[in-house]
């Protein structure tokens, strides 16, 4: 099976992040999760080219400033997806409503400590907080439930 091929951009302002609360598509696997904006790439994008365009088409806004953190894969059984993880803390125009979900600004903290999400989610938020420096992150779930994390090559 082919790997999928995403980006997700967790856009910074004033100690908040930018959340989706993931509550609108149907048959979303990540329904009522929060987590940053972002997508497939399209055919001949660039990991920047994907994340600026689906910033713009999930938020309205155009990134003006951001970094790429880290790559995350997932697996579960034959689905795999590699990720290109950003934090953006630049950006101009006004917020649009999302097809996805909900957008709401929100304490890092809390975006880490107490908003629902993908457990492995939370590592590599927490490894953002940290301003770690550029990882490789693989997260092996069954059955939506995390069964390993290996950071750098080292299980955590």
Known sequence: MEPELTTLCYIEKDGQYLMLHRTKKENDPSKD?????????????SPEECVLREV???????????????????????????MFLYT???FTGDLIECIEGDLV???????????????????FLRLMQ??????SLKLHYEKRQLQSAVLDGQPL
């Not at 987590?35 to 790439?41: D, I, L, N, P, S």
């Not at 309205?60 to 894969?73: D, E, F, K």
């Not at 600004?105 to 590592?123: H, P, Q, T, Y």
């Open 33 to 45: 999760l929060w987590m940053g904006v972002g997508g497939h790439f399209e055919q001949g994008e």
């Open 56 to 82: 713009k088409e999930e938020t309205g806004l155009t990134l003006t400033s951001w970094r790429l953190c880290g790559i995350v894969t997932f697996s579960d059984g034959d689905w795999y997806e590699y």
């Open 105 to 123: 600004w929100v304490d890092k903290e809390k975006a880490v400590n107490e908003l629902v999400s993908w457990e492995g989610d939370k590592i």
């Open 88 to 90: 953006a803390d630049g």
């Open 130 to 135: 940290e301003q770690h420096p550029f990882f």
